[in-house]
């Protein structure tokens, strides 16, 4: 099985600096027939299900801000906040969906305000 | 609009088997591409893909868990259910169901989640 883990597990950032999440796969996620790496991003708030905000490993989701980015290729992601918000302390998590389906999902990092 | 909603038992008993519906609205699992899946999350802990249908009724299992999980759909009333036998206090956590499309390969609409608690 692929194996994301995610650096750092915790995070303290101040409003409006750059807040930078990493996932390292085990094994490559580049599907090269296509191009694509098979890797999303999401934030999860307290008590609500995980929102998408990025697949492809770069496409931002409808709705999302532009301050949420990810990039990367292969093995390793980063998904990046370019001015942190006040909204945006939650749980973000990578999760990979090269393998054979069901994909799995890093341990999450816990994003916070300092 | 995309809508899931999840439904079953709040609590069951170890070794007793849990029995999820998914019911939803706004898209079709009978469309070329569509998929569904659950996901559960454990309280303070990450998430867990448990099992995938598609549109053509191929199923995928988290390999963990494959001997204990069964996934199936009912078209007609747009619902998938999921089984999980022998549950255990482990098996406590929030289960998702969640629209899966291939031509996205991530989770794109959520449920709101059921807390399943595995208690005697």
């Known amino acids: 099985d692929i194996v994301l883990t995610q650096s750092p597990d915790s995070l303290a950032v101040s409003l409006g600096e750059r807040a930078t999440i990493n996932c390292k796969s085990s094994?490559?996620?580049?599907?090269?027939?296509?191009?694509?790496?098979?890797l999303a991003w999401y934030q999860q708030k307290p008590g609500q299900p995980p929102n998408l905000l990025i697949y492809?490993?770069?496409t931002r989701e409808s709705g999302v801000p532009d301050r949420f980015s990810g990039s990367g290729s292969g093995t390793d992601f980063t998904l990046t906040i370019s001015s942190l918000q006040a909204e945006d302390v939650a749980v973000y998590y990578c999760?990979?969906?090269?393998?054979?389906?069901?994909?799995?999902f890093g341990q999450g990092t816990k994003l916070e305000i300092k | 609009q995309v809508t899931l909603r999840e439904s079953g038992p709040a609590l069951v008993k170890p070794t007793q088997t849990l029995t999820l519906t998914c019911t939803f609205s706004?898209?079709?699992?009978?469309?070329?591409?569509?998929?569904v899946s659950w996901i559960r999350q454990p309280p303070g802990k990450a998430l867990e893909w448990l099992a995938l249908?598609?549109?053509?009724?191929?199923?995928y299992y988290r390999t963990s868990l494959e001997t204990r999980l069964t996934i199936s759909k009912d078209t007609s009333k747009n619902q998938v259910v999921l089984t999980m036998t022998n549950m255990d206090p482990v098996d406590t956590a929030t289960y998702y169901c969640?629209?899966?499309?291939?031509?996205?390969?991530?989770?794109?609409?959520w449920g709101q989640g059921a807390l399943v608690t595995v208690s005697s």
């Open positions: 969640a629209r899966t499309p291939s031509y996205l390969g991530a989770v794109d609409y």
């Open positions: 706004g898209f079709s699992l009978t469309t070329s591409g569509m998929c």
């Open positions: 249908i598609d549109w053509d009724d191929e199923k």
């Open positions: 094994q490559s996620v580049l599907f090269s027939s296509t191009d694509k790496n098979y």
């Open positions: 492809w490993a770069s």
């Open positions: 999760q990979q969906y090269y393998s054979t389906p069901p994909g799995t």
